[in-house]
């Protein structure tokens, strides 16, 4: 088998806070100023530098000339001189992602999820999948620092084992870290797609410095990733942002829970596209599996996909009743963003997730006024509701950018690394 090289063997505190200040500088730096910036001795700067020269990991670039006396070298990271692999495993589709040592995005792609029922298939696919994509983009296995992977919780993230997602049928206790380190070679981190997502958002900030915000994932379940004050939010068991049996309409359909209107159940693209095809939205399609009142039994992910595409034109060509279910659902979720702003105080909602991309051009400027109109919201800052930027890679890159986190981020880290 091959072994996946991972850096965390030789990588130090101060290396690792060395590398992450030329990472962010990106002129580079030189060796005074990083002494300047982490306050350690020029002779230390000086041996983390030779080694980080040495690994590879950065490079010489240009010489700033500041006032009188040497110019001073600059380094910068070497961007393609490591890599790693995030992957999304939503019930739908499985996104892959390859990153290089900066974080940018070299390569994306999706296919849509094997036989869910079967663990085994899947976690085969996907190593064959990333192995393609490595030798597709010319990236040696010894370039690869790790595979991050975002799936649907809940997940006990200490065995790195899926426990019972509730769209995935059939994965009941899924030691996926291990096995797919096993599939791949690769070292694996897990972690829940929701909090994948925020780590992401909190990488690629594109210049907004949002500390505090809420990622609604819009996938085929609902969920949210929370950011307080810059750290994402992960609780005892790494399973937090569920927020999908906050209940949001009294006298709702019953959902799986036993009880009526939760926003998880309301407002997934299975139930968008139930409203839709019981409307006459999608013309005279046959109904999906289950009715808009009962409980979700068995939901058939590639036609619900294909359908909520067709619902999410009709919408945005203005077909009244594929608006009116959208308001609908716009109303839902922002009664139910109201109860996460008052509780956290966050002031931006990021939206994302592979379902939203399609109703953002109707649902965002709603979900905002909604929010901002609603009575029970506390907070007198605006709640800025905005799309990601990332789009649908987002739980993807946030897995991938895990992996570089072990190699960049000097915060100590409670995650585990398989392998
Ligand atoms: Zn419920």
Redesign the pocket.
């Given at each position: 088998m091959r072994k996946g090289h991972n850096l965390l063997a030789v990588g130090d505190y101060n290396q690792a806070v060395i590398l992450d200040l030329i990472r962010r500088a990106h002129l580079g730096l030189s060796r005074v100023e990083i002494a300047v910036e982490t306050g350690l001795s020029a002779q230390t700067v000086s041996n983390v530098a030779r080694r980080l020269l040495d690994a590879g990991l950065v490079r010489e670039a240009g010489k700033l000339i500041a006032g009188p006396g040497k110019p001073r070298t600059l380094l910068q990271l070497e961007a393609t001189s490591r890599y790693a692999v995030g992957v999304h495993l939503d019930p739908t589709v499985v996104t892959f992602v390859l990153l290089d040592l900066a974080g940018a995005i070299v390569s994306d792609h999706r296919i849509p999820t094997p036989s869910a029922a079967d663990p085994d298939v899947v976690i085969a696919v996907m190593a064959e999948e990333i192995r393609a994509l490595l030798e597709r983009e010319s990236v040696p296995p010894e370039r690869v620092l790790g595979v991050g992977i975002a799936a649907p919780g809940p997940l006990d993230s200490t065995r790195g084992i899926l426990l019972d997602p509730p769209l995935l049928e059939g994965w009941m206790e899924v030691p996926l870290r291990d096995a797919l380190a096993d599939a791949t070679g690769f070292p694996v981190v897990l972690e829940k797609d929701v909090t994948a997502a925020a780590v992401a958002e909190l990488w690629v900030d594109s210049g907004t410095h949002r500390d505090n915000f809420a990622f609604l994932y819009y996938g085929t379940g609902l969920g949210i990733g929370l950011v307080v004050n810059h750290d994402v939010l992960r609780g005892a068991s790494d399973n937090a942002g569920d927020m999908?049996?906050l209940?949001v309409q009294a006298d709702g359909p019953l959902?799986?829970?036993?009880?009526?209107?939760?926003v998880?159940?309301l407002v997934v693209p299975h139930r968008l596209v139930q409203r839709a095809t019981a409307a006459g939205v999608l013309g005279r399609s046959a109904p999906l599996d289950g009715s808009v009142d009962g409980p979700v039994e068995h939901i058939d992910f590639d036609a619900t996909d294909r359908r909520f595409s067709d619902f999410a034109r009709a919408a945005a060509d203005g077909d009244a009743a594929a608006v009116a279910i959208l308001e609908e659902a716009a109303t839902h979720l922002a009664r139910a963003l109201v109860s996460i702003v008052n509780l956290l105080d966050v002031d931006h909602v990021v939206c994302g997730g592979p379902f939203w991309r399609r109703i953002a051009p109707v649902m965002r400027e709603r979900v905002e006024r909604l929010v901002a109109e609603d009575p029970a919201l506390i907070p007198s800052h605006p709640i800025v509701v905005e799309n990601s930027t990332i789009g649908e890679d987002v739980a993807a890159v946030g897995a991938g950018c895990l992996v570089l986190d072990q190699t960049l981020s000097p915060r100590p880290s409670a995650l585990l690394i398989a392998g």
């Open positions: 999908g049996h209940m959902c799986s829970c036993g009880r009526r209107g939760c998880g159940d």
